[in-house]
């Protein structure tokens, strides 16, 4: 596995040009762009300021009464027709024929033509028009292509929106972009928590009958605005015209070979760039798109829908391609579609060797490009069988009024075979949205074009191959794409350090053959030791998924070299203890060995190191339980089972024996530590909601060897949805298991319980009486229910908002895997927790999951959420005598949590303690709780006065 944060990591970055003396540069078009000093300026452009440093010339062109509007012009690399002029064409040439499919719906061209022809007319009787932006928030249906289209007709300019993106990173997008308008339906806008100042524009009250728009865009249009990961921690909006996008259509539909009767599967998300290419070049050409849904296909859902549309072509991200190879070659056979095109990041050689194998289709397309170079500039058209002696597939050549220059520090062209950076002149954005000093950087002077034109710096290293086209070479910066989403690595690490158990962090790309992937390190703020697992929780729900890390490592400090800066090559390798083991041997072995990777997001290279010790948590054991059912089917391999943490060979010879799980009932446990004969008591740990008992790890760990430790799993994570049993008989069912450990025991019996496995820890002692030899029950910030879900706690609700909310939640439940579960769970409500249940659903700020019932699934773990509130509604905790130590979050004690107050409960409170610098999540992880826990179990001697 070989590290790459970015090119060299010797080299300095700012070895280039922008070292020295620069100018500030225009053209005729308003452009503006920095330049050498000492360098001849290009044709069609002139000196507007400088010569001066880069800091001084990003300054000036910050300055407002610098700015120069873009005056309109006609560009070589534009095309005249617009993508709606082109369609609107052929929808008056042939209106029946069919242009959009989805599900058992056709959308024709005509039907396309006038539904956005509608759309537009009540865009422009907003008073909507040219230059404007508009948001469009709209599930994956026929309604989001009459939408962006319609918004083009308007002449306005649409800002995409993913609805399962975090709410915070749209509501960013849409503050940076000046967004006063959005297109999108009441279940999406309660949802994503639209701001109040956008207006909401629902789209079938939009496409009502007004006077139509005739004149179509012109070449300089803004045409759409598209957010890219930014490096100074905030995502960047990319303006791409009208003119360079028609030619791009235009250009691709030749390349891709697609006609009339071409039919496009349309997978990608709208909020990535390489979306719209591939629903307008189809379009453009004549052809139609096969639209999925909002639900993720599987691949083979995937292949079942190429077959029965009869699609021809299909693009897909790099690594979803393998997947669909996968099945394919699983079921033996492949859907006869002629082109296979992929892109977004890089194909390793010998996955596009399998693709050609398994796939066969006519021809493999790899599409490269920057958001800023208006999607796929370049491509590499090969038919299947071709090899390249690269480690990855060629990004290939031009495509339309294009060019590709490989360029060294200096600007000068490199040797063929050298390698340099890659610039692409022709066909470009208009620049960054509200970045002039951004777009001056990286938009620059074409000294190659004789009639004067712009140029991008992408920062991607190649070198030009024999036959012309360009290999991949790597990055030269910190800028890298994930599952075809590029990543801006400063951004990642910007929401990693606004973490508030984060005081330092830094992100590095790594590189393994299952692919690239992201690495985070992390110093924890003061006093805190948070978990890797729910450090990724939490950035996800800031962040797209691709641009969380794989992997988390907590650091005591990030290294240095000796001049005090980072010292990258000092970071430890993710997997770099995996090398020390056995590899897997057997087949099966190396079946869980790819599971365990795809898990862990790293390559696992050993088979006898434990899951937890490899850096798995519980989290991520929840996410391999499903992936297990794969290879062994017939059971054998239970939450249980997992949580004990056993090492691929253990489950590998499992698996080959046709073991079965054995059925524990509903109290299984994990030990933790088998103790050493000292006279400590026994532990027994209760966990709290949804998660296992390893988070106590820390704690046993510094009790030391002696320290005989249990941990109850908890009775949600089983494979099967089921409602939480019975909190009195689950109590029973525990109270049963611990008397089994301690038979024969002489010396006494200690309880924690963390959260709501306090309070299974206190009805088992309750249980188990007053003659039990129980020192003392520890109760972790173990908490009651929250307000939202208390009883008496819920206020009226007029009938306008509960139907809004119903509304909301129906058009979720008919997508959801889960509906007869939720339904049924529904039933199960009084009035009151029927209405704190929509009221709870349309407050939160993340979209309605809709990924199923796996163990670990984000609908499972809300459904299961719910279950427990209405579980904890009945619960009525009945007084004792059981002894309580209770400790409580600093935190939770700050904000006023409703952690329980035992004084009324029991006549034997022995103490209650604030543990300082800890929140409820992590309070298990404190080192002050260890330290206090040590004392309170040590031997009789020492702790019987504590």
């Given at each position: 596995m070989d590290m790459q944060a970015g090119g060299d990591l010797t080299e300095d970055p700012s070895a280039d040009w922008t070292r020295d003396a620069v100018v500030v540069a225009r053209d005729t078009a308003g452009h503006a762009a920095f330049w050498p000093a000492g360098r001849e300026l290009p044709a069609g452009w002139t000196q507007a300021h400088g010569p001066c440093g880069i800091e001084a010339a990003r300054a000036w062109i910050e300055e407002p009464a610098n700015a120069l509007d873009p005056a309109p012009a006609s560009a070589p690399d534009a095309d005249p027709e617009s993508v709606p002029a082109r369609l609107a064409s052929l929808a008056a040439a042939d209106p029946e024929k069919p242009a959009v499919l989805f599900g058992g719906e056709t959308l024709t061209r005509g039907d396309l033509d006038a539904r956005a022809a509608a759309v537009a007319a009540g865009l422009a009787a907003r008073g909507i028009g040219r230059g404007e932006r508009v948001a469009v928030a709209l599930e994956r249906s026929p309604e989001i292509i009459v939408a962006l289209l319609g918004v083009f007709r308007a002449?306005?300019?649409?800002?995409?929106?993913?609805?399962?993106?975090?709410?915070?990173?749209?509501?960013?997008?849409?503050?940076?972009?000046?967004?006063?308008?959005?297109?999108?339906?009441?279940?999406?806008?309660?949802?994503?928590?639209?701001?109040?100042?956008?207006?909401?524009?629902?789209?079938?009250?939009?496409?009502?009958?007004?006077?139509?728009?005739?004149?179509?865009?012109?070449?300089?249009?803004?045409?759409?605005?598209?957010?890219?990961?930014?490096?100074?921690?905030?995502?960047?909006?990319?303006?791409?015209?009208?003119?360079?996008?028609?030619?791009?259509?235009?250009?691709?539909?030749?390349?891709?070979?697609?006609?009339?009767?071409?039919?496009?599967?349309?997978?990608?998300?709208?909020?990535?760039?390489?979306?719209?290419?591939?629903?307008?070049?189809?379009?453009?050409?004549?052809?139609?798109?096969?639209?999925r849904g909002p639900e993720l296909w599987t691949a083979a859902e995937t292949l079942a829908q190429i077959r029965r549309h009869r699609v021809?072509?299909?693009?897909?991200?790099?690594?979803?391609?393998?997947?669909?190879?996968?099945?394919?070659?699983?079921?033996?056979?492949?859907?006869?579609?002629?082109?296979?095109?992929?892109?977004?990041?890089?194909?390793?050689?010998?996955?596009?060797?399998?693709?050609?194998?398994?796939?066969?289709?006519?021809?493999?397309?790899?599409?490269?490009?920057?958001?800023?170079?208006?999607?796929?500039?370049?491509?590499?058209?090969?038919?299947?069988?071709?090899?390249?002696?690269?480690?990855?597939?060629?990004?290939?050549?031009?495509?339309?009024?294009?060019?590709?220059?490989?360029?060294?520090?200096?600007?000068?062209?490199?040797?063929?075979?050298?390698?340099?950076?890659?610039?692409?002149?022709?066909?470009?954005?208009?620049?960054?949205?509200?970045?002039?000093?951004?777009?001056?950087?990286?938009?620059?002077?074409?000294?190659?074009?004789?009639?004067?034109?712009?140029?991008?710096?992408?920062?991607?290293?190649?070198?030009?191959?024999?036959?012309?086209?360009?290999?991949?070479?790597?990055?030269?910066?910190?800028?890298?794409?994930?599952?075809?989403?590029?990543?801006?690595?400063?951004?990642?690490?910007?929401?990693?350090?606004?973490?508030?158990?984060?005081?330092?962090?830094?992100?590095?790309?790594?590189?393994?053959?299952?692919?690239?992937?992201?690495?985070?390190?992390?110093?924890?703020?003061?006093?805190?030791?948070?978990?890797?697992?729910?450090?990724?929780?939490?950035?996800?729900?800031?962040?797209?998924?691709?641009?969380?890390?794989?992997?988390?490592?907590?650091?005591?400090?990030?290294?240095?070299?000796?001049?005090?800066?980072?010292?990258?090559?000092?970071?430890?390798?993710?997997?770099?203890?995996?090398?020390?083991?056995?590899?897997?041997?057997?087949?099966?072995?190396?079946?869980?060995?790819?599971?365990?990777?795809?898990?862990?997001?790293?390559?696992?290279?050993?088979?006898?190191?434990?899951?937890?010790?490899?850096?798995?948590?519980?989290?991520?054991?929840?996410?391999?339980?499903?992936?297990?059912?794969?290879?062994?089917?017939?059971?054998?391999?239970?939450?249980?089972?997992?949580?004990?943490?056993?090492?691929?060979?253990?489950?590998?010879?499992?698996?080959?024996?046709?073991?079965?799980?054995a059925d524990e009932g509903l109290a299984p446990t994990v030990r933790l530590s088998a103790g050493g004969g000292s006279e400590r008591p026994l532990l027994v740990l209760f966990p709290g909601l949804l998660v296992s008992t390893r988070e106590y790890e820390p704690l046993v760990a510094h009790l030391g060897p002696g320290q005989e430790a249990h941990g109850i799993l908890c009775a949600s994570l089983v494979e099967a949805v089921r409602p939480l049993p019975e909190i009195a008989e689950l109590a029973a069912a525990y109270a049963e298991r611990v008397r089994g450990l301690m038979r024969g025991r002489p010396r006494g019996c200690a309880f924690l319980g963390w959260s709501w496995g306090g309070v299974l820890a206190y009805e088992t002692a309750r249980l188990l009486g007053p003659g039990f030899p129980l020192e003392f029950v520890g109760m972790l910030d173990a908490c009651g229910l929250e307000p939202n879900f208390a009883s008496g706690a819920g206020r009226p609700i007029e009938a306008e908002e509960r139907a809004a909310h119903e509304s909301m939640v129906t058009g979720w439940l008919e997508r959801s895997p889960m509906r007869a579960q939720w339904e049924g769970l529904r039933e199960r409500m009084d009035p009151e927790a029927a209405v704190q249940f929509l009221r709870f659903l349309a407050a939160d700020p993340q979209p309605l999951p809709t990924d199923g019932p796996e163990v670990g699934s984000r609908e499972r773990i809300l459904w299961t959420l719910v279950d427990h509130a209405i579980q904890f509604r009945a619960l009525r905790l009945v007084p004792g005598s059981v002894p309580i130590r209770s400790f409580v979050a600093a935190q939770s004690r700050a904000r006023g949590l409703p952690v329980i107050d035992w004084q009324p409960l029991t006549t034997r409170l022995l103490s209650v303690e604030t543990v300082p610098e800890t929140d409820h999540l992590d309070i298990v992880l404190s080192p002050h709780l260890h330290a206090r826990i040590a004392a309170l179990t040590a031997p009789r001697q020492a702790w019987s006065a504590a």
């Open positions: 002449r306005a300019a649409f800002l995409p929106l993913d609805p399962e993106y975090p709410a915070a990173r749209i509501h960013m997008m849409l503050e940076d972009a000046g967004i006063t308008q959005c297109i999108t339906t009441p279940e999406i806008a309660a949802r994503l928590d639209l701001p109040a100042g956008i207006a909401r524009l629902d789209p079938a009250a939009l496409a009502a009958p007004g006077e139509p728009v005739l004149q179509m865009p012109e070449p300089d249009d803004p045409a759409y605005l598209i957010y890219t990961s930014g490096s100074t921690g905030r995502p960047k909006g990319v303006l791409v015209e009208h003119g360079p996008l028609a030619m791009h259509c235009r250009t691709t539909a030749d390349a891709y070979e697609m006609d009339a009767a071409s039919r496009e599967l349309h997978f990608l998300s709208f909020a990535f760039d390489g979306a719209h290419e591939r629903w307008m070049t189809p379009l453009v050409a004549g052809g139609c798109i096969v639209l021809t072509h299909a693009g897909f991200p790099t690594s979803y391609i393998g997947q669909l190879a996968d099945w394919a070659e699983r079921l033996g056979e492949a859907p006869e579609v002629q082109v296979y095109s992929f892109g977004g990041e890089a194909m390793a050689r010998e996955t596009f060797a399998r693709l050609g194998r398994i796939l066969k289709p006519r021809l493999l397309i790899n599409g490269y490009g920057p958001t800023e170079c208006v999607i796929s500039p370049l491509i590499w058209k090969v038919p299947p069988g071709t090899t390249f002696e690269e480690p990855y597939a060629p990004v290939g050549s031009s495509v339309g009024a294009r060019a590709a220059y490989v360029l060294g520090p200096d600007l000068e062209p490199m040797a063929p075979g050298e390698t340099g950076e890659l610039y692409i002149g022709g066909g470009l954005a208009r620049g960054y949205w509200r970045r002039p000093a951004l777009t001056a950087e990286r938009f620059l002077p074409d000294p190659f074009a004789p009639q004067g034109g712009r140029m991008y710096r992408t920062g991607d290293r190649v070198r030009q191959r024999p036959d012309g086209s360009l290999a991949f070479a790597g990055r030269a910066d910190d800028q890298v794409k994930i599952r075809g989403h590029r990543v801006e690595i400063g951004e990642v690490e910007a929401a990693l350090r606004a973490l508030p158990e984060v005081a330092d962090a830094v992100v590095l790309r790594w590189e393994a053959p299952a692919g690239v992937y992201l690495a985070g390190y992390v110093v924890p703020a003061s006093g805190r030791r948070p978990e890797a697992g729910r450090l990724r929780a939490a950035l996800a729900r800031r962040l797209p998924e691709p641009m969380v890390p794989a992997s988390l490592t907590l650091l005591d400090r990030l290294p240095v070299n000796a001049n005090g800066k980072l010292d990258r090559n000092a970071l430890p390798d993710p997997a770099g203890d995996d090398r020390r083991g056995r590899p897997p041997g057997s087949a099966t072995e190396r079946r869980l060995a790819g599971i365990w990777s795809e898990v862990l997001g790293f390559p696992v290279q050993v088979a006898d190191r434990r899951f937890f010790a490899l850096g798995g948590d519980s989290l991520s054991a929840l996410r391999l339980v499903a992936r297990l059912r794969l290879i062994a089917p017939r059971g054998g391999i239970g939450v249980a089972d997992l949580l004990r943490d056993p090492t691929i060979a253990d489950l590998a010879a499992r698996i080959d024996a046709e073991a079965e799980a």
